[in-house]
T-cell receptor, first 115, second 113 residues
């Protein structure tokens, strides 16, 4: 596997279910991100992890819970979701540099449908 | 709050024509402006970026210009081809570092043969 991978690619869940999205980056990067992409807000930052420490949660509802066990893996735990949470969830990674921004590499996304 | 506005939301051109997409940002301290291309059903990919120490950057048929005084930057695509059809997103930094970006709403570009 190369780049940024995400599983599952598609997920259908009921409002009372608990599920997790997984992201893995094979680029040796030190920062990882979760984005939500929907028709309403095309690319909305949810969480940022830098060196495995969460540095931004961007006012995301508590029914979304991120976890970053190491610099290569990122999870998004989902529970008690609402139908409006249906969207494409994109993971990204980048190499943080003291000199400025690094390119963000995106995964293919997980298409989530909440019934 | 910080904001990035992107126009137009849709753009339709004939093959061979030029396309221009413009973004404005609110934070005068912003210093990095990437453009991402997202083809249908695919992930966003960086196509070009510009940092605030230059006013223009080119890469073959793609160029980005930056006007720091007016706080806007634009993507220029020349000699458009059908494979340029995609959604294009601009972005600018959110304050606080850590490579946090705020994205524009996107421009859906259609290039007709």
């Amino acid at each position: 596997e190369t780049g940024v991978t995400q599983t599952p690619r598609h997920l259908v869940m009921g409002m009372t279910n608990k599920k997790s999205l997984k992201c893995e980056q094979h680029l040796g990067h030190n920062a990882m991100y979760w984005y939500k992409q929907s028709a309403k807000k095309p690319l909305e930052l949810m969480f940022v992890y830098s060196l495995e420490e969460r540095v931004e949660n961007n006012s995301v509802p508590s029914r979304f819970s991120p976890e970053c066990p190491n610099s290569s893996h990122l999870f998004l735990h989902l529970h008690t979701l609402q139908p409006e949470d249906s969207a494409l969830y994109l993971c990204a990674s980048s190499q943080e540099r003291g000199t400025g921004f690094g390119e963000q590499f995106f995964g293919p996304g997980t298409r989530l449908t909440v019934l | 709050g910080e904001n990035v506005e992107q126009h137009p939301s849709t753009l339709s051109v004939q093959e061979g024509d030029s396309a221009v997409i413009k973004c404005t940002y609110s934070d005068s301290a912003s210093n990095y402006f990437p453009w991402y291309k997202q083809e249908l059903g695919k992930r966003p990919q960086l196509i070009i970026d510009i940092r605030s120490n230059v006013g223009e950057k080119k890469d073959q048929r793609i160029a980005v210009t930056l006007n720091k005084t007016a706080k806007h930057f634009s993507l220029h695509i020349t000699e458009t081809q059908p494979e340029d059809s995609a959604v294009y997103f601009c972005a600018a930094p959110l304050s606080g570092g850590y490579n946090k970006l705020i994205f524009g709403a996107g421009t859906r570009l259609a290039v007709h043969p």
